[in-house]
């Protein structure tokens, strides 16, 4: 059952949504808001139902409102030990039916097409109670071998040998998807017509990079390649626009090997400023890790969790963005940046010299560190030979403060005799 609401901001009921705010202490003042109206051509309009438009409280408002589909539907979930396990167990699904949503866009798997049926009548009459309605155009029923598209990916199940069930799940960009990406690649071309190498680098590069970093979790290699062929394409269309040249002078001049490290002569780049397009197609695939039933990023007890799960995230990724002596180097930095201790991630990572190279600095690995874009600028800015610049970059942690308490500074003591031990 892949279905959608129809107007969910516009058309929530405001005595059910208050209700279940209960007694949070600003409920008199969501209240306000929700009753607050609008005015439109010197036209004052009363709200009476649905959520402040373009109000940044709204999605979360939504989120309240439509909290409780999963229970309705009868989904329940029971823990099962495992000593195997570092959290000493697992949550299992004990249902036939499992409930995904994000916002108003939601997925109900189901064991048969009579269930599925049955549980679009339950959420009917569920979201009836709070003044929505499900959309006739966007809620269909369907057999997974069809496929069904959600928040831009297709899901479906393909036929193989290779399995028991002779059947495989794969899920990949959507069309529409895919589709929604040139449209804006077009647009962008469009602005672009007496731009600079430079400047369409510049324009593009987030665009590509975004669209990747999104669909990096799913079988996209081949949407990758495809995409980045149509791109090569619009470039050359770009040069011909431009220098009312040949096609071989455009790719003479600006394909070549532009990206350090990597044996591709297709590149688009810009000699002079050295910078170049990235390609969807090294954008590496990293398998998504379920989250545990129940575990929060909100829950104070689980700080540790996520932090150790954005880690071996990072782990994973490193491996397959970064060559071994430069995950050498994000290891040895717990992959943070030591000037904002945030996680590096893989784009607009900057290595940077701890005692630059024109003052006798070598580029081995215990002279070097990785830094983001922002904080390399911003530690050349403040003086890269600051001494307390210097001393935070090679403890790898944040810069002290000058006022530091007792407990800091046994901490101090504490972590460098471990660094005395280690060596």
């Known amino acids: 059952l ?219 290699k081949e949407t990758f390649s495809y995409l980045d062929s149509h791109i090569f394409w619009k470039l050359k269309r770009w040069g011909l626009r431009k220098y009312k040249k040949s096609s071989s002078w455009i790719l003479e001049k600006h394909f070549g090997k532009y990206c350090p490290g990597r044996d591709d002569k297709w590149v688009f780049g810009d000699k002079s400023s050295k910078m170049y397009l990235q390609k969807l197609a090294w954008t590496p695939i990293k398998r998504h890790t379920l989250v545990q039933y129940m575990n929060s990023p909100d829950d104070p007890n689980l700080i540790g969790y996520w932090e150790q799960r954005k880690i071996k995230q990072m782990e994973k990724t490193a491996k397959g963005r970064l060559s071994a002596g430069k995950d050498k180097i994000a290891n040895r930095q717990n992959y943070t940046c030591p000037v904002c201790n945030q996680l590096l991630g893989t784009n607009g990572i900057h290595t940077h010299h701890i005692i630059p190279k024109h003052l006798g600095g070598t580029d081995k690995y215990d002279n070097l560190v990785y830094l983001h874009e922002d904080c390399h600028h911003s530690i050349h800015a403040l003086g890269a030979l600051n001494p307390d610049i210097q001393k935070m970059l090679k403890a790898g942690i944040k810069k002290p403060s000058l006022k530091r308490n007792k407990s800091q500074k046994v901490q101090t003591r504490k972590s460098k005799k471990r660094e005395g031990s280690d060596k």
């Not at 705010?21 to 309009?45: C, R």
């Not at 959507?174 to 017509?193: A, P």
Request: charged share 30%.
């Open 2 to 220: 892949d279905a959608d609401i129809s107007g969910c901001f516009d058309n929530i009921a405001h005595k059910p949504l208050l209700d279940k705010i209960g007694n949070f202490p600003a409920k008199k003042l969501v209240e306000q808001w929700l009753k607050s109206g609008y005015i439109d051509k010197d036209v004052f309009y009363k709200t009476e139902t649905g959520t402040p438009q373009g109000g940044t409280i709204s999605p979360l408002l939504a989120n309240i409102a439509l909290h409780g589909m999963e229970e309705e539907l009868g989904i329940k979930y029971r823990w099962d030990k495992d000593k195997r396990r570092k959290s000493g167990g697992f949550w299992t699904n004990i249902s036939n039916r499992t409930f995904v949503r994000f916002a108003d866009d939601f997925v109900v798997l189901t064991e048969n097409k009579e269930d599925a049926d049955e549980a679009k009548a339950i959420l009917q009459e569920w979201l009836t109670k709070i003044g929505l309605n499900l959309s006739d155009e966007k809620t269909s029923i369907r057999h997974l071998t069809a496929g069904f598209d959600f928040l831009g990916w297709n899901f479906r199940k393909y036929r193989t040998t290779t399995r028991k069930s002779e059947l495989v799940t794969l899920i990949k960009p959507s069309k529409r998807n895919i589709q929604k990406f040139k449209d804006k690649l077009k647009d962008e071309f469009r602005k672009l017509k007496s731009a600079t190498p430079t400047q369409v680098i510049g324009k593009l590069n987030p665009v590509i990079r975004g669209w990747g970093n999104y669909h990096d979790g799913v079988v996209a």
